[in-house]
């Protein structure tokens, strides 16, 4: 395959890559990654480099994504944070009746018979 072909194609999928971020669709992505792995075998593997000029396109192609994903990811944590937040409001401390520190049930305190 030639550098130009190779390249076009490599384009066309991180165009592809962009879209699925921005969708969320981590599913696709995960799919993708064949594909993406063979493009960029075909262009570092052709004959000869690809012009300069797109070379210079596939780079800022592939640094927008690794930006997006890096965002994603961020997200990611800050989802897993918040949840890790919310569980440990749910087994926090209170006090009982003598005024000491008890460890709550998740459910909330126990209810007196």
Request: charged share 35%.
């Amino acid at each position: 395959m030639s550098a130009g072909r190779a390249a076009r194609r490599l384009r066309r999928l991180l165009e592809e890559e962009r879209r699925l971020l921005r969708a969320g669709d981590f599913a696709a992505l995960a799919a993708l990654i064949p594909r993406m792995s063979a493009a960029v075998e075909a262009v570092s593997g052709a004959p000869r480099p690809p012009d300069a000029a797109s070379a210079t396109a596939l780079r800022a192609e592939a640094e927008r994504n690794r930006r997006l994903l890096a965002a994603a990811l961020a997200g990611f944590a800050a989802a897993r944070d918040e949840l890790e937040r919310g569980r440990a409001a749910r087994t926090r401390l209170g006090y009982g009746a003598d005024g000491r520190p008890v460890r709550l049930r998740p459910e909330g305190p126990a209810r007196r018979a």
